[in-house]
């Protein structure tokens, strides 16, 4: 699948070299034009296929992928009204990053190597960086970028060393290999194993290291917001599934620390999203609750837990991107995210909030959403782990149900506020742009085997 | 000064680092040492500012004493132990005074003051040459003295310069003392590359190289002092702000970027040897110092001042550009270009 990510370099070029008013139209062609190689990814479940140089696929990465690849005609779709008026430059370097972002992305779900896909999780920070500090709405987004730089790369540099350790002892960092009983029993593996998934912890984020991703949301732009939430959270989980399939039962023996904070944190986060008052750090927060649950899934170790995880992550990738969306359209007419300022859109907006419906429902997990099917099956491998997690479960699920209708109450009921008067109406761009996201949402629920 | 003297200090830095590389014998070496400060103290000089002085006499002192200590230190070696190759010294008073005198030659981590206030008082291309070719006759001789058994003073030195690096350079606002401090924090990793095999340290010293000129020549090209002149460089320069900005990131060892390369294969080969917690040690001191290069590329790529940028990208009009857009351009695909070039059938 070399050529994927060869076209994504391509497109990068192309945004960079092209005519002052094709920039915009090169991206949006480009990226759905890239969408074409992908198709031959759906048609190979369940087993390692299209294996090329240094590059593989199977059923682990290929949602993931798909994912990303979708994502960045609709991140280029939703950031369209801010930057009409920047520099033509300026235009150039922000779809070129997201076109690098991207490809970095492809190449981290796709690599068959565990250090190649160090370097392309690695690669992921500078463009996201600079969609976060550069395009940001505050100042306090230099802040957000240095935390979320230093999260990172504090937890993937241990990885690193593990790495280059275990390619030392081994000979081998291949993905779809098994190293199961090539270490013998010892207390080493402990260190050498929460080595490997520190990383992947902070980046995914769980509770604790999770002080980054607010803040990182709250400032970045919208496609910043969009595929931190959608793409970039997953790499997290994707390397945790990575790491955890190769080494199997031997490494899982130090998880009860994590999984511990993961339950705590699914109700933490439960409670903090009750609280918050704007937007997105709302959603943010969320997206941290969710992540929660990923967390508790693959760290079980068992089949249950990594296809909850699976159908959790691409259930969530759509949903919680969509609900930025639905944010920022708000924020691009009205200057504010907060949620007092924000009440009774349903009376402006009526069609939008349709969008708002569906999406908070699909947050809260309503039947017969794919998030639903994510979390039950999570639930269960948890479940299955220790019996007593179900009341830290079941607790953050009714608190997951409480803010999600507390987001779209608190926004789409009450009286509008009388201050807003010459508010433009929703352009086709921006129903197409929900629309995208709720068809596959929708349509991944009859199809649920092509994520697990 | 007569222009056409310059080619003889040239050749005589050069003598200077080849006597040190074709002799073992320790008094060969002080003679290199010594021949190459001298031959540098007037290039120093060149324009005859005040500060420019200043910072020679600090050149020169330290140096002057180095050499003194390098020379004592040989004198002891020889006269306990009729030892005269530096390479068969084994751990005696002599070898512990000239791996002293090396590192406050060569300005690693205790001794790494003076590194930051003279690079300060210097222009940018002489500070260059005295953060890059003048460290290559010290660290020649560290090569023939980090094979002895001896290395673990010099290891200790080698993570204490990072660390150091890293924290000084937190609260600069100059930008040649930032980058001083940059340039110790990588000395660190390449005294620890010599220690545990010469070619490695050699290696990381030339992609160091590689790193840094671009950063220095475009400094040089927007002189930018303060780190608030880099802020405009956006403006009135978009390319070279931009590049700069890269080749920080760069020096900083972030993936994308050649800067990583180095890391990479200095930390394989210190996880070979088991050194684990040297390579922690460098690591930590390297996510410190990447604090700065990060607030350094915030300056030259992110911050945008009131107006916006009026002028397009013009590659063509920035002078070097050849050379030093080529340097950069490297920094941008060199880990591609070593990733291909490792995986060509052998």
Same mark, same amino acid.
């Given at each position: 699948?070399?050529?994927?990510?060869?076209?994504?370099?391509?497109?990068?070029?192309?945004?960079?070299?092209?005519?002052?008013?094709?920039?915009?139209?090169?991206?949006?062609?480009?990226?759905?034009?890239?969408?074409?190689?992908?198709?031959?990814?759906?048609?190979?479940?369940?087993?390692?296929?299209?294996?090329?140089?240094?590059?593989?696929?199977?059923?682990?990465?290929?949602?993931?992928?798909?994912? %990303? +690849?979708?994502?960045?005609?609709?991140?280029?779709?939703?950031?369209?009204?801010?930057?009409?008026?920047?520099?033509? +430059?300026?235009?150039?370097?922000?779809?070129?990053?997201?076109?690098?972002?991207?490809?970095?992305?492809?190449?981290?779900?796709?690599? %068959?190597?565990?250090?190649?896909?160090?370097?392309?999780?690695?690669?992921?920070?500078?463009?996201?960086?600079?969609?976060?500090?550069?395009?940001?709405?505050?100042?306090?987004?230099?802040?957000?970028?240095?935390?979320?730089?230093?999260?990172?790369?504090?937890?993937?540099?241990?990885?690193?060393?593990?790495?280059?350790?275990?390619?030392?002892?081994?000979?081998?960092?291949?993905?779809?290999?098994?190293?199961?009983?090539?270490?013998?029993?010892?207390?080493?593996?402990?260190?050498?194993?929460?080595?490997?998934?520190?990383?992947?912890?902070?980046?995914?984020?769980?509770?604790?290291?999770?002080?980054?991703?607010?803040?990182?949301?709250?400032?970045?732009?919208?496609?910043?917001?969009?595929?931190?939430?959608?793409?970039?959270?997953?790499?997290?989980?994707?390397?945790?599934?990575?790491?955890?399939?190769?080494?199997?039962?031997?490494?899982?023996?130090?998880?009860?620390?994590?999984?511990?904070?993961?339950?705590?944190?699914?109700?933490?986060?439960?409670?903090?999203?009750?609280?918050?008052?704007?937007?997105?750090?709302?959603?943010?927060?969320?997206?941290?609750?969710?992540?929660?649950?990923?967390?508790?899934?693959?760290?079980?170790?068992?089949?249950?837990?990594?296809?909850?995880?699976?159908?959790?992550?691409?259930?969530?990738?759509?949903?919680?991107?969509?609900?930025?969306?639905?944010?920022?359209?708000?924020?691009?007419?009205?200057?504010?995210?907060?949620?007092?300022?924000?009440?009774?859109? +349903?009376? +402006?907006?009526?069609?939008?909030?349709?969008?708002?419906?569906?999406?908070?429902?699909?947050?809260?997990?309503?039947?017969?959403?794919?998030?639903?099917?994510?979390?039950?099956?999570?639930?269960?491998?948890?479940?299955?782990?220790?019996?007593?997690?179900?009341?830290?479960?079941?607790?953050?699920?009714?608190?997951?149900?409480?803010?999600?209708?507390?987001?779209?109450?608190? %926004?789409?009921?009450?009286?509008?506020?009388?201050?807003?008067?010459?508010?433009?109406?929703?352009? %086709?761009?921006?129903?197409?742009?929900?629309?995208?996201?709720?068809?596959?949402?929708?349509?991944?629920?009859?199809?649920?085997?092509?994520?697990? | 000064?007569?222009?056409?003297?310059?080619?003889?200090?040239?050749?005589?830095?050069?003598?200077?680092?080849?006597?040190?590389?074709?002799?073992?014998?320790?008094?060969?070496?002080?003679?290199?040492?010594?021949?190459?400060?001298?031959?540098?103290?007037?290039?120093?000089?060149?324009?005859?500012?005040?500060?420019?002085?200043?910072?020679?006499?600090?050149?020169?002192?330290?140096?002057?004493?180095?050499?003194?200590?390098?020379?004592?230190?040989?004198?002891?070696?020889?006269?306990?132990?009729?030892?005269?190759?530096?390479?068969?010294?084994?751990?005696?008073?002599?070898?512990?005074?000239?791996?002293?005198?090396?590192?406050?030659?060569?300005?690693?981590?205790?001794?790494?003051?003076?590194?930051?206030?003279?690079?300060?008082?210097?222009?940018?291309?002489?500070?260059?040459?005295?953060?890059?070719?003048?460290?290559?006759?010290?660290?020649?001789?560290?090569?023939?003295?980090?094979?002895?058994?001896?290395?673990?003073?010099?290891?200790?030195?080698?993570?204490?310069?990072?660390?150091?690096?890293?924290?000084?350079?937190?609260?600069?606002?100059?930008?040649?003392?930032?980058?001083?401090?940059?340039?110790?924090?990588?000395?660190?990793?390449?005294?620890?590359?010599?220690?545990?095999?010469?070619?490695?340290?050699?290696?990381?010293?030339?992609?160091?190289?590689?790193?840094?000129?671009?950063?220095?020549?475009?400094?040089?090209?927007?002189?930018?002092?303060?780190?608030?002149?880099?802020?405009?460089?956006?403006?009135?320069?978009?390319?070279?702000?931009?590049?700069?900005?890269?080749?920080?990131?760069?020096?900083?060892?972030?993936?994308?970027?050649?800067?990583?390369?180095?890391?990479?294969?200095?930390?394989?080969?210190?996880?070979?040897?088991?050194?684990?917690?040297?390579?922690?040690?460098?690591?930590?001191?390297?996510?410190?110092?990447?604090?700065?290069?990060?607030?350094?590329?915030?300056?030259?790529?992110?911050?945008?001042?009131?107006?916006?940028?009026?002028?397009?990208?013009?590659?063509?009009?920035?002078?070097?550009?050849?050379?030093?857009?080529?340097?950069?351009?490297?920094?941008?695909?060199?880990?591609?270009?070593?990733?291909?070039?490792?995986?060509?059938?052998?």
């Amino acid at each position: 699948m070399n050529h994927l990510v060869l076209g994504y370099v391509g497109l990068v070029i192309g945004v960079i070299v092209t005519k002052k008013s094709m920039v915009w139209r090169v991206g949006q062609v480009g990226s759905v034009l890239l969408m074409l190689p992908a198709t031959v990814l759906v048609n190979m479940n369940m087993t390692i296929s299209n294996v090329s140089y240094m590059m593989t696929s199977d059923f682990v990465s290929l949602g993931l992928t798909v994912l %990303s +690849i979708w994502l960045l005609p609709l991140m280029l779709l939703a950031s369209q009204q801010h930057m009409v008026s920047e520099s033509l +430059i300026y235009q150039r370097v922000f779809v070129g990053c997201q076109v690098f972002l991207t490809g970095a992305l492809v190449l981290a779900f796709m690599a %068959s190597d565990l250090l190649l896909f160090y370097i392309a999780f690695e690669s992921t920070l500078l463009p996201t960086l600079m969609l976060i500090t550069r395009w940001g709405a505050q100042k306090e987004r230099y802040q957000a970028g240095t935390y979320f730089m230093f999260f990172t790369l504090v937890g993937s540099l241990p990885l690193l060393i593990c790495l280059i350790g275990q390619y030392q002892m081994v000979g081998s960092l291949a993905l779809d290999l098994s190293y199961e009983g090539v270490f013998q029993l010892s207390y080493l593996v402990n260190f050498w194993w929460v080595g490997c998934i520190l990383a992947f912890l902070v980046k995914l984020p769980l509770y604790g290291v999770h002080l980054w991703l607010p803040k990182a949301h709250v400032e970045a732009p919208i496609a910043g917001s969009m595929v931190l939430a959608g793409v970039l959270l997953k790499l997290g989980g994707y390397g945790m599934m990575r790491v955890s399939l190769m080494w199997g039962a031997t490494a899982m023996l130090s998880s009860e620390v994590f999984l511990a904070l993961a339950l705590w944190g699914i109700v933490v986060m439960g409670g903090i999203c009750l609280r918050q008052t704007d937007l997105k750090s709302l959603i943010a927060y969320s997206s941290v609750g969710h992540m929660a649950l990923v967390v508790g899934g693959v760290l079980t170790g068992v089949a249950w837990g990594y296809n909850g995880a699976m159908v959790l992550m691409i259930a969530h990738g759509l949903v919680s991107s969509c609900l930025f969306c639905l944010a920022n359209l708000w924020y691009e007419r009205s200057s504010t995210r907060n949620l007092s300022g924000s009440r009774g859109l +349903i009376m +402006i907006f009526p069609l939008i909030s349709l969008g708002w419906f569906l999406m908070s429902l699909m947050n809260m997990a309503l039947p017969p959403a794919i998030n639903l099917f994510g979390e039950l099956v999570a639930m269960v491998a948890l479940y299955n782990w220790s019996p007593y997690s179900i009341v830290y479960m079941s607790l953050g699920a009714v608190l997951t149900a409480a803010y999600s209708l507390y987001l779209f109450g608190m %926004s789409q009921w009450g009286n509008t506020m009388k201050n807003y008067k010459n508010l433009y109406t929703i352009t %086709s761009r921006e129903y197409l742009l929900t629309t995208l996201h709720l068809v596959p949402a929708i349509y991944l629920i009859f199809y649920l085997g092509l994520m697990f | 000064m007569s222009p056409y003297i310059s080619p003889l200090f040239g050749v005589a830095m050069s003598v200077s680092v080849l006597l040190i590389m074709s002799s073992s014998h320790w008094v060969f070496m002080w003679l290199g040492l010594e021949l190459g400060t001298l031959a540098f103290v007037p290039i120093l000089t060149w324009w005859h500012s005040s500060l420019e002085v200043e910072a020679t006499v600090k050149y020169f002192i330290v140096q002057a004493m180095a050499a003194a200590m390098f020379f004592f230190g040989g004198l002891v070696s020889t006269g306990t132990e009729y030892i005269s190759s530096l390479n068969q010294i084994v751990g005696n008073t002599g070898e512990v005074m000239i791996m002293l005198a090396v590192a406050m030659k060569l300005g690693l981590a205790p001794f790494h003051y003076w590194v930051v206030d003279v690079v300060q008082g210097l222009n940018y291309i002489p500070g260059m040459v005295l953060l890059t070719w003048q460290k290559v006759p010290g660290l020649m001789v560290l090569t023939q003295l980090g094979t002895t058994y001896n290395s673990f003073f010099l290891l200790t030195l080698g993570v204490l310069s990072p660390l150091l690096g890293g924290l000084g350079g937190l609260g600069q606002t100059q930008v040649r003392k930032l980058l001083a401090f940059s340039s110790n924090a990588h000395l660190g990793w390449l005294v620890s590359g010599c220690v545990i095999g010469s070619l490695l340290g050699i290696t990381y010293f030339a992609l160091y190289v590689v790193l840094s000129l671009p950063v220095f020549l475009f400094l040089h090209l927007l002189n930018a002092v303060h780190l608030n002149h880099l802020r405009m460089s956006l403006m009135f320069n978009p390319a070279s702000g931009m590049l700069v900005g890269i080749g920080f990131l760069s020096l900083g060892g972030l993936p994308p970027f050649l800067g990583f390369f180095g890391k990479w294969l200095l930390l394989t080969h210190l996880v070979d040897g088991f050194l684990l917690g040297l390579a922690i040690m460098l690591i930590v001191g390297t996510l410190v110092s990447l604090f700065y290069y990060l607030r350094v590329s915030y300056l030259c790529l992110v911050i945008l001042g009131p107006q916006q940028v009026m002028i397009g990208l013009s590659w063509r009009k920035i002078y070097m550009t050849n050379l030093v857009s080529g340097m950069v351009v490297l920094n941008m695909i060199g880990l591609v270009l070593v990733g291909g070039v490792s995986c060509l059938p052998k």
